[in-house]
């Protein structure tokens, strides 16, 4: 019995929990997926935009090229412009900004991190979120309203996609080419795309035979769903729908499917972890009360919250500093502590279960729906239609017992030796996190002496701080590689993007010609990476595989060091910091401008 009042069988749950694990282990890990391109290139179209759009190719020298438009790229610009840095060129694959917020569109969409803290520049732009967690159609409307404030339309090239950037050491710059024959020339180049970017599907046998209606939830076809982000899909009342996946995505989407389909079949391999998300309308009173600087002030609060460093205050009090807490992914420093965190976990997962419970009226069913692993071997998700989605009569649960779909016919999905035949399959499969940079990105960047991105980072990421790459002169890189990470990604992408701007305005005042990291930064950055992982690898050990832990499969020089900073934000933050206070920039290899 814990302090909660919940009763913890430890034995039990540890062999409960590697059953389960044990289950789901497979020897092929990532490559299980299939990239969007050859057989899958038409799960790629892009169902948004105007597909026969040409224009004439761009021939240009600016002081920035920045690859992507979501987030990340749109932050970078920002936070260049403020530095007096206008001159820069913006490539993005998609038909807008939004990034991540354009793709993911699906019914149900949203943000389950709170938007008040998740919406960059609320104080800069005046914007009232309407709802505590804002759904994707508003982030993706805030998106826009960025780019116009901050007058980033017209410096994008959108519908794009960067087939080539190589260094040019005669004139110190990137050369840049483009899927429509634009030749860019740039002193920067800032890759902020490639995050969760790159969709992925399930290799499950006989996908490509398929002939009902497929597509991937970061592709939704709403011509043949009917409705959108936020309205009820009108066009799904005779269809049998099947869903394959119950990540976050899954969560959001299944319980606007459950309401608009004839019969809905939601393929479960691993069940999510589903806390109370408790959305409600802004409070218009409490958000205009606010005092100036209240939201990073916010920002800061929730990531200590969900770090395990407790603030005085709990400003969001929501599900996620419920659940995270205590960071039980902390190395404990004696047996007794490790015990406590241990215990912890599992009253927070015991928590999650009897949730289950309590909402699912099926026995059977709510037994299939509970996660049997630790809070932080997955994503934790927060949804309160979800569970209750799985009451409908026209909602069938179809577990794989943790092997996943066996087989896909022309008519429908196999599993243990059944069929279900659906008119549609919808793959809400998730997005590479962990594979090779340059494949995420879609393009290879050559660097010094012709050697690309893909043969210098052979054995792994070298780089300072994530954003620095030694043989990539002027190459500024924003992505998860050996970078920061927190629950609220947007206050990684704010750190970063203002790293990055800063350097290059601090090489522009400096005279500095080229900037990259040396040999010896790389590998002293290596060291704090490890050392900030410890608590993290321990922990993961005992995990079911996800992208979190790239399947499981780490035996390899590459994973060893394509590692993320697994401390606090706040301390990867930290570093970045007393990096730019120190102003020599140390751990960087520059030259002068003659
Ligand atoms: P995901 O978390 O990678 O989930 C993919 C799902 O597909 C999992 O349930 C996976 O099962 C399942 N799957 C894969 N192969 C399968 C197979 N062969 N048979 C059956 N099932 C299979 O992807 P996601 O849900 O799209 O989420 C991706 C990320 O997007 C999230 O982690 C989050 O960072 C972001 N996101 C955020 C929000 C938000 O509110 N902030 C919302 C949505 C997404 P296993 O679990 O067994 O692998």
Known sequence: MDDSGVDVEVDELREHYRIEREKRLRADGTAQYRELKDDY?????????????????????????????GFAGMLTAINLAKLGITNVRIVEKAGDFGGTWYWNR???????????????????????????YASASEIFAYCQLLARQFNLYPRALFQTVITSAEWDATANRWLVGTSRGDKLSATYLVT?????????????????????????????????????????MDKLADKRVGIIGTGATGVQAV????????????????????????????????????????QAERIVNFTHAVTGVKPEKNLVADGWTDVMWVNTQKLPESDQEAAALEQSDFATMESIRDRVDQVVHDPATAAKLKPWYSKNCKRVCFHDEYLPAFNRPNVHLVDTN??????????????????????????????????????????????????????????????????????????????????????????????????????????????????EASAEAEEEWLLVLYGAAAGAARYSVDCTPSYYNSEQVYANAKAARNLVYAGSLLDYAGYLERWRETGTMPGALTTQAP
């Open 41 to 69: 290139e038409a799960f790629d179209r892009d169902p948004f935009v105007d597909p026969n759009f040409s224009r004439d190719p761009v021939v240009e020298q600016s002081d920035v090229v920045i690859v992507g438009g």
């Open 106 to 132: 699906y019914p149900g969409c949203m943000c389950d991190v709170e938007s008040y803290t998740y919406l960059p520049l609320l104080e800069e732009t005046g914007y009232v979120p309407t709802e505590k």
């Open 192 to 232: 902020a795309g490639g995050l969760l970017h790159k969709a992925k599907l399930p290799g499950i046998p006989g996908i490509e035979h398929f002939e009902g209606k497929a597509f991937h939830t970061s592709r939704w076809d709403f011509e043949y769903t009917g409705g959108s982000n936020t309205e009820f």
């Open 255 to 294: 319980p606007q499917l459950a309401r608009a389909a004839k019969e809905l079949y939601v393929f479960q391999r691993t069940p999510s972890a589903v806390g109370v998300r408790n959305n409600g309308p802004t409070d218009l009173e409490w958000f205009n009360g606010l005092a100036p600087g209240w």
């Open 402 to 515: 943790g092997l996943g779909v066996e087989r896909i016919t022309a008519t429908g999905v196999v599993v243990d030796g059944v069929e279900y035949p659906v008119d549609c399959l919808i793959f809400a499969s998730g997005f590479e996190v962990t594979s090779d940079l340059d494949r995420r990105l879609g393009f290879d960047p050559v660097g010094r002496d012709g050697i690309a991105l893909s043969q210098r980072w052979d054995q792994g990421a070298r780089t300072l701080h994530g954003v620095l790459s030694g043989g990539f002169p002027n190459l500024l890189i924003i992505s998860l590689v050996q970078a920061g990470f927190g629950t609220n990604f947007l206050h990684f992408l704010s750190k970063s993007t203002e790293h990055v701007a800063s350097i290059i305005a601090a090489c522009q005042e400096r005279g500095i010609a080229t900037i």
